[in-house]
């Protein structure tokens, strides 16, 4: 049965989190912007909500909290509200447990799960994109050879999030046999088994330290090996709702505070909200806001009752990443000089919100 | 040590409320409902002595069904369980505390904490009255709550007009939560989705033995008078005028 009535722990993560995004995200979020770091205290603060491995089984030392798909979009919708940057350096971790969930062999989920310790919980990451002028997800670049009792990886990877510090990334690469995105694999390498290279000088997301990586020869035992068997593009189904939601999150923190300025800003003697050029804005943009997260619920509800929803997300990805530069760019124009200026957020939701046409694997459900 | 923690469900104190046309109650439609923030400070106060003492916390509330959600909130927090005391009638303070005399009877707990007001009718009355129907000491707008290694009394600091008053009282008692006692920690995600999991037990006034009779009805409610705009004066000495005459205050 279709329903768009949240239950009672759906509304509670969603007012957790909302709080979470308003009373500490957006309290740093221009220093950290401005500085290229995020305060560890907010990551801590992160993990201790459960965001990071919350979901993982008690039986491998988590907290067995059960997050469906439609659970994690609620989430991340909220937290982006708060800050992307935060979010996505957060969640990073994600990025690898969840695979490791849905395909990991018995011995790697013990191995792994159990060393997202509480001093530790800034364990993982993954690296997908690469840094090349034709960058295709089907055709990657990053090879693994089948070399005997080991994997040996050779290749570049570009936008890995919190690389330098990660105990472990999952490298996706792919093998010799198998076409595009049934052929691609997932490697667990872990820190020193590539080089880091400098960080990403991004245009937004500027206090989330993403680098690039450099894979000359790692080589990965078979049982770090993440077999897909065909399974990317449902984790890309995955990522791609992930970022739906992150894109709803922070096009309704660019709207809510354009609306709220219109109602304020007097212009030739009445606030400019009750000008038809700016209301009709407006409701295009509360419009298009309701139209994408019905996307990023969509293709959640599939994920969840174990249907393929690898079309949905990713039509809803790059209309959302659209949707994301209408909205944010509107909103700078709706402040006018005041959106150009760095004392509002705006001009900073409108950077960050760029990521988002540009990104892949950002985030995960 | 067994905690009993009251937990009652109000409008969201940042929501702009309206009154209903015929001056009734408040319109409820679309209003966003919390759990009363001095009341999460007394299951954040719960939680904190639970995990130094080992026990159990335990979360009242008093309503309609609605008020269940305000209490998962609670045990999302990390709460134990809770009674649900199902009663859709009016009531007033008094029979708050009749009502939750009963609980406290059958559970047999060794602290009460209450928020020490709820922030929709700011009463502040409850706590007052539950220990004097109890004959418990009391401790009300604690700042600060110590647990003797006995588990035997409580030191309590409240905060009075001008410093601090420390009291020591003897357990069982009634504590009042005040707003610096402790900032509530936020539900982490897992204890969300396993909440629904915790035990809430349903009970009536009747099953209770509780009697509701209430002394204060409320007649009518109003919006307070809109405010007149400000006015420009020419002088110094025409200021001084009006606040000395008009506003007469100097």
């Known amino acids: ?365 | 040590m067994k905690i009993l923690v009251t937990v009652k469900r109000v409008s969201d104190p940042e929501a702009k409320l309206k009154i209903k046309p015929d001056g009734s109650w408040i319109q409820t439609e679309g209003v966003k409902f919390v759990v009363n923030p001095f009341d999460e400070i007394a299951v954040e106060e719960a939680l904190r002595i639970k995990e130094k003492q080992t026990g159990e916390v335990v979360v009242v509330s008093i309503g309609e069904k609605v008020v269940t959600e305000q209490m998962r909130a609670a045990l999302a927090m990390g709460a134990d369980r809770g009674i649900f005391v199902n009663y859709t009638g009016s009531y007033d303070s008094y029979d708050v505390a009749n009502i939750l005399q009963k609980v406290v009877e059958q559970e047999k707990p060794d602290i009460i904490i209450l928020g020490k007001q709820a922030v929709d009718d700011d009463m502040g009355a409850a706590g007052f009255m539950l220990a004097e129907l109890l004959g418990y000491p009391q401790a009300a707008f604690a700042s600060k709550v110590e647990i003797s290694d006995d588990k035997k009394k409580a030191k309590v600091t409240r905060e009075i007009d001008g410093g601090l008053e420390v009291k020591e009282v003897e357990l069982p008692c009634v504590i009042t939560a005040d707003l610096r006692l402790n900032t509530p920690r936020y539900a982490s995600l897992p204890n969300i989705m396993k909440a629904k999991q915790k035990p809430v037990k349903e009970v009536t006034v009747d099953a209770l033995g509780a009697a509701v009779k209430p002394r204060v009805t409320v007649k009518k409610l109003t919006e307070p008078p809109k405010r007149k705009g400000g006015v420009k004066v020419e002088s110094v000495q025409d200021l001084v005028t009006k606040l000395k005459n008009e506003a007469k205050v100097i």
């Not at chain 1, 018995?106 to 792994?112: F, L, S």
């Not at chain 1, 198998?178 to 088994?193: H, M, N, S």
């Open chain 1, 1 to 365: 049965m279709v329903s768009f009535e949240l239950s009672e722990e759906q509304a509670l993560l969603r007012d957790t989190c909302r709080d979470f995004a308003l009373t500490i995200m957006r309290k740093q979020d221009r220093p950290a912007d401005e500085s290229g770091e995020i305060p560890a205290d907010i990551i801590k603060q992160g993990h201790e909500l459960g965001l990071t491995t919350g979901y993982i089984p008690e039986a491998y030392g988590g907290a067995g909290g059960q997050l469906s798909a439609l659970d994690s979009v609620i989430v991340l919708e909220e937290l982006a509200y708060g800050n992307l940057s935060m979010t996505v350096n957060i969640l990073a971790p994600s990025l690898m447990n969840i695979p490791l969930m849905l395909y990991g062999t018995e011995e790697q989920k013990k191995k792994y799960f159990t060393m997202n310790k509480p001093d530790q919980f800034q364990g993982f990451t993954a690296a997908l994109v690469e840094p090349s002028v034709r960058f295709d997800i089907e055709s990657l670049k990053t090879t693994a050879a089948d070399d005997g009792d080991d994997f040996v990886l050779n290749g570049e990877k570009a936008f890995v999030s919190i690389a330098d510090s990660a105990l472990a990334t999952l490298v996706f690469a792919k093998k010799g046999s198998g076409e595009g995105l049934a052929g691609i694999d997932g490697f667990i390498v872990p820190a020193g088994g590539f080089t880091v290279k400098e960080r990403e000088k991004n245009q937004g997301l500027r206090a989330l330290k993403q680098f690039t990586l450099s894979l000359d020869g790692s080589r990965v035992a078979r049982n770090e090996v993440l077999k897909l068997s065909g399974g990317f593009a449902n984790l890309l189904a995955r990522a791609r709702t992930a970022s739906i939601a992150l894109t709803t999150g922070v096009c309704r923190a660019a709207y809510e505070y354009a609306l709220a300025y219109a109602k304020e800003r007097i212009a030739f003697g009445e606030p400019i909200a009750s000008r038809q050029s700016v209301a009709f804005t407006l409701a295009e943009m509360a419009m298009e806001i309701d139209a994408i997260r019905l996307m990023a619920w969509k293709s959640a509800w599939m994920l969840d009752k174990g249907m393929d929803a690898y079309k949905e997300a990713s039509l809803g990805k790059r209309y959302a990443a659209d949707t994301a530069m209408f909205i944010t760019r509107n909103a700078t124009q709706i402040l006018g000089g005041h959106g150009f200026v760095r004392e509002h957020p705006v001009e900073m939701w409108y950077r960050d919100a760029r990521s988002f046409a540009v990104s892949e694997f950002m985030a995960i459900v």
